[in-house]
Structure formats: structure tokens, C-alpha cells
């Protein structure tokens, strides 16, 4: 006989305003036997906001707790019940708990299925005014300077728009090490307080969106950066190299050759001096 497993349901949750809610999570929420959620106050607090009467065992799951309870979560799931998975805003999984329990279900054999609901991804996405046809979600930027200026490095020819989280007290370092690695041309979108009261969306170049945040900007962040253009000059490493070697043998400080064939062919200074290094080894 066939073993019956419960379902794991990963639900969407409004990102601001509570009558973004579908019908479905109400009922869903009513009738789940398990509720793991990021935050058991603010679950409550939805719940009442929507009028639903939870039922539920309710356990909490969040960044510190999840490996450790993704064990007993599979558990109930093979003893046939169902668990719903619930964060603060947003989906589970998507810069939030939710994939290490997704993992442990998949491999024990328990259906997992998903609760749609508000995305601060698309929905930025949407108002950036930046091209939608290809993009990627890189999630938050690493909180060391160093770190970050690597990643981002790593990002800056990539073609498809790019989708951050940002914390707003990081935001202006954030913004201007994008302007540093993408090019302070570089068209962006901050979107911020999405759905709420005091939405805002504010478009620019980097280096413009970098000089706006620096006194300080409040609420949830969405950053939205257009994507590496096609480049028209140069592109190989060695024959940018060799450009700023022209520059300096006729005086020009290394610096000043790096910042003059970046901007010629359209290629973010780190790329140039990059192959600059490269070269010289």
C-alpha cells in the first residue's frame, strides 16, 4: 500500500497591503493542520487582519531555527499532515526560509506545491522602467565592502537586468559600489515600500541614485539595475590592456588610462583594470 504523505504548501504573502491577500491563502490558513512561520506574531496579526481563525499547531521557522526544525517539519509531513510555510512578506524560499525544508521534503518524498502571492521582485521589475524580457534575482549584495565590490565585479557584464534586496542603511554604499563596477552611467530604479502607503519609485544613473540615497532613505528595498550594454569599442581583456599601455607611455597616469578606455568602449573600469593586471603579470 501506497505510503500517504501530507503536502508541503508554500504560501505567498502580501508585501504591504493586507487585501493584496487572495481568498485562497484565507482558506488556506484556516484549514492547515501545521503552520511554520517566520514570525508567529505577525502570522497572528494577518490572520486577524484577514478575519481567519487559525486552527493550526503553529511552530516557528525562521533564519535561525530553520535547519534544525526541517527535520521535525518531514516528520509531520510523512505522518500525513500538511504543513504550510508562511513568511513575513513575499515567498518562502526567495530570500527567505523556506529551501532548506524544500530540499528534506523533496528528498523524503512529499509533494510540494506553491501558493502564489505578491512579488517584490516583479512587482519592482515591473515599475523600473528597465527591460522585463530577461532578468535575474541576485538577492541581497554581501554585506563586506570587500565581498560586495567582488560580486558585483563578477556582475558587471551581465547582459539581463538585475534584481537586489537591499537594507536601506546599506543602500548608499551599496549604490555607489554599483556605480564603481557597472559604470556610474548605469540605469537603475530604487523601489521602495512597494505596495505601501508611501510607495516610491525613483529612477536614475547609479551615480545620480547614489547621491539621493546618501542622507538616508527609510523602508523595504528593491533595486532594480539595467543590465551591461553591448559593448561598441574594445571588449577583449588583452586589447583593452594595450590601450592603457598606449596612454601610459605617451604620460597618461595609469588611473586616468584605465578611466579613459572604460569609458571609450563602454566597459566598467574593474573589467579594464583587471586585464591590466593581467597583462602586466
Same mark, same amino acid.
Given at each position: 500500500?501506497?505510503?500517504?504523505?501530507?503536502?508541503?504548501?508554500?504560501?505567498?504573502?502580501?508585501?504591504?497591503?493586507?487585501?493584496?491577500?487572495?481568498?485562497?491563502?484565507?482558506?488556506?490558513?484556516?484549514?492547515?493542520?501545521?503552520?511554520?512561520?517566520?514570525?508567529?506574531?505577525?502570522?497572528?496579526?494577518?490572520?486577524?487582519?484577514?478575519?481567519?481563525?487559525?486552527?493550526?499547531?503553529?511552530?516557528?521557522?525562521?533564519?535561525?531555527?530553520?535547519?534544525?526544525?526541517?527535520?521535525?517539519?518531514?516528520?509531520?509531513?510523512?505522518?500525513?499532515?500538511?504543513?504550510?510555510?508562511?513568511?513575513?512578506?513575499?515567498?518562502?524560499?526567495?530570500?527567505?526560509?523556506?529551501?532548506?525544508?524544500?530540499? +528534506?521534503?523533496? #528528498? @523524503?518524498? /512529499?509533494? *510540494?506545491?506553491?501558493?502564489? &502571492?505578491?512579488?517584490?521582485?516583479? $512587482?519592482?521589475?515591473? !515599475?523600473?522602467?528597465?527591460?522585463?524580457?530577461?532578468?535575474?534575482?541576485?538577492?541581497?549584495?554581501?554585506?563586506?565592502?570587500?565581498?560586495?565590490?567582488?560580486?558585483?565585479?563578477?556582475?558587471?557584464?551581465?547582459?539581463?537586468?538585475?534584481?537586489?534586496?537591499?537594507?536601506?542603511?546599506?543602500?548608499?554604499?551599496?549604490?555607489?559600489?554599483?556605480?564603481?563596477?557597472?559604470?556610474?552611467?548605469?540605469?537603475?530604479?530604487?523601489?521602495?515600500?512597494?505596495?505601501?502607503?508611501?510607495?516610491?519609485?525613483?529612477?536614475?544613473?547609479?551615480?545620480?541614485?547614489?547621491?539621493?540615497?546618501?542622507?538616508?532613505?527609510?523602508?523595504?528595498?528593491?533595486?532594480?539595475?539595467?543590465?551591461?550594454?553591448?559593448?561598441?569599442?574594445?571588449?577583449?581583456? +588583452?586589447?583593452? #590592456? @594595450?590601450? /592603457?599601455? *598606449?596612454?601610459?607611455?605617451? &604620460?597618461?597616469?595609469?588611473?586616468? $588610462?584605465?578611466?579613459? !578606455?572604460?569609458?571609450?568602449?563602454?566597459?566598467?573600469?574593474?573589467?579594464?583594470?583587471?586585464?591590466?593586471?593581467?597583462?602586466?603579470?
Amino acid at each position: 500500500m501506497a505510503r500517504v504523505t501530507g503536502t508541503l504548501l508554500l504560501a505567498g504573502a502580501p508585501i504591504g497591503r493586507v487585501e493584496d491577500a487572495s481568498g485562497r491563502l484565507r482558506s488556506a490558513l484556516a484549514a492547515a493542520p501545521v503552520i511554520a512561520a517566520e514570525d508567529t506574531r505577525r502570522l497572528r496579526r494577518l490572520a486577524g487582519d484577514l478575519g481567519v481563525e487559525i486552527a493550526a499547531r503553529v511552530v516557528s521557522y525562521n533564519d535561525l531555527n530553520e535547519r534544525a526544525r526541517a527535520a521535525g517539519l518531514v516528520a509531520e509531513l510523512l505522518a500525513g499532515r500538511d504543513v504550510l510555510v508562511i513568511t513575513d512578506a513575499g515567498m518562502p524560499g526567495v530570500s527567505d526560509p523556506g529551501y532548506r525544508l524544500v530540499v +528534506a521534503a523533496v #528528498a @523524503a518524498g /512529499v509533494e *510540494v506545491t506553491v501558493l502564489p &502571492g505578491p512579488s517584490a521582485v516583479t $512587482a519592482a521589475l515591473a !515599475v523600473s522602467g528597465l527591460p522585463t524580457d530577461r532578468f535575474c534575482f541576485e538577492g541581497f549584495p554581501p554585506r563586506k565592502p570587500g565581498e560586495r565590490s567582488r560580486r558585483l565585479a563578477a556582475l558587471a557584464g551581465e547582459p539581463r537586468t538585475l534584481v537586489f534586496f537591499e537594507s536601506p542603511r546599506r543602500l548608499p554604499a551599496t549604490l555607489a559600489a554599483m556605480a564603481d563596477a557597472f559604470g556610474a552611467d548605469r540605469p537603475a530604479a530604487v523601489c521602495r515600500e512597494l505596495t505601501k502607503t508611501y510607495e516610491e519609485v525613483r529612477r536614475g544613473t547609479l551615480a545620480d541614485l547614489a547621491a539621493w540615497a546618501e542622507p538616508g532613505v527609510l523602508g523595504e528595498i528593491t533595486l532594480v539595475v539595467g543590465g551591461a550594454p553591448e559593448p561598441e569599442g574594445l571588449s577583449d581583456p +588583452a586589447d583593452l #590592456a @594595450a590601450a /592603457v599601455a *598606449v596612454r601610459e607611455e605617451a &604620460g597618461t597616469p595609469r588611473k586616468q $588610462a584605465i578611466a579613459e !578606455v572604460a569609458k571609450e568602449n563602454g566597459t566598467p573600469k574593474r573589467f579594464v583594470y583587471d586585464a591590466v593586471v593581467k597583462a602586466r603579470k
